[in-house]
């Protein structure tokens, strides 16, 4: 699949294989968990940096619904 997009498959399949990639896939996972609750795919987090507010989208939704929840953030 990865050659197919245009990846270098023997990067794609050793970068895949490292266990700094999962390592990092993990703590990445562990934090969606700990900090919003996220405990499945798709979760997404839409954070606005300079207030600290954020919106937590679990499931599967078109762009318009993230559309939506940046601009109530950016209020």
């Known amino acids: 699949m990865a050659k197919s997009i245009g990846l270098d498959a023997a990067k794609f399949t050793a970068c ?3 266990a700094a990639t999962k390592d ?3 703590a990445s996972i562990q934090e969606g968990n700990t900090l919003f609750g996220i405990n499945g795919t ?3 987090v839409v954070l606005n940096r ?3 507010k954020y919106v937590v989208v679990n499931g599967a ?3 318009s ?3 939506t929840e ?3 953030l950016l209020k």
């Open 70 to 72: 940046v601009a109530a």
């Open 24 to 26: 990092a896939v993990a």
């Open 42 to 44: 798709p979760g997404n």
């Open 16 to 18: 895949y294989n490292d």
């Open 50 to 52: 300079e207030t600290g």
């Open 65 to 67: 619904k993230f559309e």
């Open 61 to 63: 939704y078109p762009v």
